[in-house]
């Protein structure tokens, strides 16, 4: 996937038991939408609070199309109201540049050269039934819940994904 992954806010000192939610863009970001969105959410996460109680929170961008925003819950929960904050705030900076950061109907995977593409679930799934998309393909575990799970299975081989769960 291209670029390195940028953090910001309080990523690094986040725990591993830190609650985290997971958006994919339906494309890759260029360099200067990656600079806006980095602004985007350090403004964003520097004043996030739930019942006017600031969260520790950050996020990263991974390969210039995943999303991973991180609350250390442990410290202060986020609320309702907060996590509809996040969305609103993801979904404002996704109309800024023109993209769709809500499609939880594709897959990000590796396709066949080694590339990453987004697919339309019910092409990657006729993708596996026609043998095109083995057991050893990454894709990315948008399902992870906490930056633990992110770290150890954000990007995983289908045999390891939940996709598996449903092939059988």
Known sequence: MPGAAVTGGQWEALSADARV????A???????????LAEGMETFTGSWAAHQVPLRAGWMLWGDRVLVVGVEEAVHPASGCSIDALTHAVESL???AGVD??????VLHEDEEGKWAATPMHAFWALRKADRVSDDVRLVNALAKTKGEWAASGVQAFRDSWHATMWR
């Open 94 to 96: 996704g109309v800024a």
């Open 21 to 24: 939610w997971i958006y994919a």
């Open 101 to 106: 950061w809500f499609n939880r109907m594709q």
């Open 26 to 36: 339906d494309r890759v970001l260029s360099e200067p939408e990656v600079q806006a």
